[in-house]
């Protein structure tokens, strides 16, 4: 129970709730120092638990890695970037085209696992690869991995898990494409319908429409401006990834919304909303512990605890 409190609240305030709610005396500092401790436990048994592989290998669906990077502030007094990967297993959707992408429902992830580490990115995918291989997931071939367009995470990728299908988060695609058309019809409503039809081109046909839309980005002089020019350079570097249609066409995930939610719940709304200062090295093994308090993991810690 104190745990539990700690890691969902500011330690000072899950101090007041283990008062009023079961009478206990606990205070902040020893709430901390336990919640770390059991952090850390949790992450060297991690190896040695079972229900989550067990979990993974019970249900049907694709396996997707989601990739992203939150921030912290440190004890040192600057921000530091700590990353976050999602491993799930989805059941496909409806089949969907780029005309009803918007209106579509996704099914929810059946099982998930959280990896989160501030460390480099050559460390942290060696973290992750080892958490795939413990939840017996496939490493190339047969897993997509979704992210937005930051160069390490596809640096990453290609460094463990080469092969997967990659895809740009197609949110942070139609931004790129909303800063285009700002950029060379300016905000007017015919930019607004330029950009409803710039993501249906670009769901439909990826790289191909992306470029028949920008070369209507353009002003009334027909000059496309360096900023425009700019967007079409970054959907050039990301053509690889824009295989929207055949996901949709699947029923299968074409966003990373899933990983960007988790960072909101476990590192914004926990982490970040006290102002507190965190000791980089115990950030992510105290993200883990928070993650895992919603699988069946969380049981298995404590009964292996208490035996």
């Known amino acids: 129970m104190a745990v539990r409190c700690g890691i969902h609240e500011p330690f000072r305030k899950a101090e007041s709730l283990l008062r009023d709610l079961a009478g206990w005396s606990v205070d902040a500092d020893t709430l901390r120092r336990r919640c770390h401790e059991q952090a850390e436990a949790a992450a060297q048994r991690r190896p040695t638990r079972q229900a989550l592989p067990r979990a993974f290998a019970k249900v049907a669906g694709d396996g997707e890695l989601h990739i992203d990077a939150g921030k912290v502030l440190g004890t040192d007094g600057l921000w530091h970037d700590v990353k976050i990967a999602l491993v799930l297993q989805r059941q496909r959707g409806d089949s969907a085209d ?137 959907f050039a570097g990301q053509k690889e990834r824009l295989g929207y249609a055949v996901r949709l066409h699947r029923g299968q995930a074409i966003g990373s919304g899933a990983v960007e939610g988790a960072i909101k719940q476990l590192v914004n709304l926990r982490i970040k909303r006290t102002a507190a200062r965190w000791t980089p090295a115990k950030v992510g093994r105290f993200v883990e512990l928070l993650a895992m308090a919603d699988t069946p993991e969380w049981r298995e810690h404590w009964s292996a605890l208490a035996t």
Request: net charge negative; with cysteine.
């Open 98 to 234: 780029s005309m009803s992408l918007e209106q579509r429902e996704l099914p929810g992830p059946s099982v998930r696992s959280v990896v989160a580490a501030v460390e480099t990115r050559q460390e942290f995918g060696v973290r992750v690869e080892a958490e795939m291989e413990r939840l017996g997931m496939p490493l190339s071939k047969g897993l997509s991995v979704l992210g937005d367009g930051a160069a390490w995470i596809w640096n990453l990728v290609d460094d463990h898990f080469h092969g997967a299908e990659c895809v740009l988060d197609f949110w942070h695609a139609a931004e790129h494409l909303a800063a285009a058309g700002r950029a060379g019809l300016g905000e007017t409503q015919a930019m607004q319908q330029w950009l409803q039809e710039a993501k249906r081109a670009v769901a439909g046909d990826g790289y191909a429409g992306a470029c028949q839309m920008l070369t209507r980005a353009v002003a009334g002089d027909g000059v496309m401006g360096p900023e425009v020019v700019s967007e079409w350079n970054y």
